[in-house]
């Protein structure tokens, strides 16, 4: 169904929007702002006017019923995988063996063997399995998702999987935020130099002159790149338009934090292995530190410091990080569940960190809120009261999603 021009959300029995502007942080983080009995005028996807009911006077192309239930903003997804080939149970079983992630990243497995099966499949195969991916996400209420490629390690897959995402933004209601991660290295050590010249030289060009994606990720680990390469490639990006994100502090602190702050990127993401003086840092920063409770659970690994970044002042936001070898999470309402229960996050804390903040983790500002101005994407739950969204662990919590471009009742 396409989003009509003009529409209009009634009988809202209350609705729930961070307060304030921008992310939030320190003693802002969690405040909302929360009205009874309101509705919601939107034109050409934004936000016109949030009132009491009967306030509307202009009219509307639609009108659709909130029957008293909660509203609201739809969640923002900062970071997945959502493009890949082939699957990852076989490192599953293995890994509730007893093998670790790493090990098996290691021996050629994990993401290795997701590069070998993403590129024996064609732009059409990608996109078909990503669909019903996307669709869940919506289902379970985000409608900004970040998308990253990373299983192509050379430029003709990673740009495949970067067009396969274009197709399913063009096709689909969400709205899709393209990034190009530099995933692994070659595992031949003497072929390493050569092709971090060739990635910044050519992949990054490449890319950028075909406006594949927004931003560029570097993964910063050992089993991955090096504080140095990730910082020759954030520049190489940077010199074509590009922002930047790391996957930091994922296993090891080996510096991804202290180089992300220092670059000043958007995110880093993931943090389980940072401590007091990467949490320092961050407070001190702009760059948003995401966390991904799908990869605390899925994984088994120590949680992010959370509440220590939380307190400490830094900008906090929670993603699926849907993947198939970390975290198989297709729902960013199941995501917040788990940030209250594995990191102690009020359920306003995750409501927060699961919209204005995950906006900012991309840069956007007029994402994550119901304000005129905002950007018009809705959650309206199946509950009266809007704390479903971070109790429910499975369960409809989710009537409909709204995204600027369609609603869909679930
Ligand atoms: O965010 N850590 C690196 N990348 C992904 C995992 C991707 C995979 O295992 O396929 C992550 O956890
Ligand atoms: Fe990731």
Redesign the pocket.
């Known amino acids: 169904m396409t989003y009509p021009a003009h529409l209009l959300v009634r009988n809202i029995g209350t609705l729930v929007s961070p307060a304030g502007a921008g992310a939030q942080r320190g003693a802002d983080f969690g405040r909302l702002d929360v009205r009874h009995d309101v509705e919601v005028a939107v034109r050409q996807g934004e936000v016109v006017h949030v009132g009491p009911a009967g306030s509307w006077r202009d009219g509307a192309d639609r009108t659709i019923d909130a029957a008293g239930r909660a509203m609201l903003p739809a969640l923002v997804d900062p970071?997945t995988?959502l493009v890949?080939g082939g699957d990852?149970l076989d490192d599953f079983e293995a890994r509730v063996r007893g093998e670790s992630?790493e090990a098996i990243?290691a021996r050629g497995g994990?993401?290795r063997h997701?590069m070998r099966e993403t590129a024996i499949r064609d732009e059409d195969e990608l996109v078909a399995t990503a669909l019903p991916r996307l669709e869940a996400m919506v289902r379970a209420g985000a409608a900004t998702i970040e998308c990253k490629s990373?299983?192509g390690g050379d430029v003709d897959v990673e740009r495949r999987q970067l067009r396969a995402v274009r197709r399913l933004a063009a096709a689909h209601r969400a709205e899709l935020v393209p990034t190009m991660?530099f995933?692994v290295p070659p595992g031949d050590a003497a072929l390493r130099a050569g092709w971090l010249e060739h990635a910044c030289r050519d992949f990054i060009p490449a890319i950028a002159a075909e406006s594949l994606a927004i931003d560029i990720d570097v993964?910063v680990?050992r089993e991955?790149f090096t504080v140095d390469e990730a910082r020759a490639l954030v520049t190489a990006a940077r010199a074509h338009g590009l922002g930047a994100h790391l996957?930091a502090d994922?296993f090891h602190a080996i510096g991804g934090v202290e180089l992300g702050v220092e670059l000043g990127v958007h995110s880093v993401?993931?943090l389980e292995a940072s401590g007091a003086a990467q949490v320092a840092a961050l407070a001190a920063s702009r760059t948003v530190a995401v966390v991904?409770p799908g990869?605390t659970l899925h994984?088994g690994l120590p949680p992010a410091p959370v509440r220590a970044l939380v307190d400490a002042g830094a900008i906090v936001a929670i993603g699926t990080?849907c993947?198939?070898?970390?975290?198989p999470l297709f729902s960013m309402q199941l995501a917040m569940a788990l940030a209250v229960r594995l990191y102690r996050l009020t359920p306003a804390e995750a409501l927060v960190a699961a919209t204005v903040n995950a906006a900012a983790a991309l840069g956007f500002s007029r994402t994550g809120r119901i304000v005129e101005g905002a950007v018009a994407q809705f959650v309206i739950l199946e509950s009266r009261d809007w704390r479903d969204v971070a109790y429910a662990l499975g369960g409809d919590v989710i009537a409909s999603t709204l995204t600027r471009t369609a609603v869909s009742d679930s």
Do not use: C, K, M
Not at 323 to 327: A, T, V
């Open positions: 970071h995988h890949w990852r992630y990243l994990g993401i997701t990373g299983y991660l995933h993964f680990e991955a996957h994922q993401d993931h991904l990869v994984l990080d993947n198939p070898g970390s975290s």
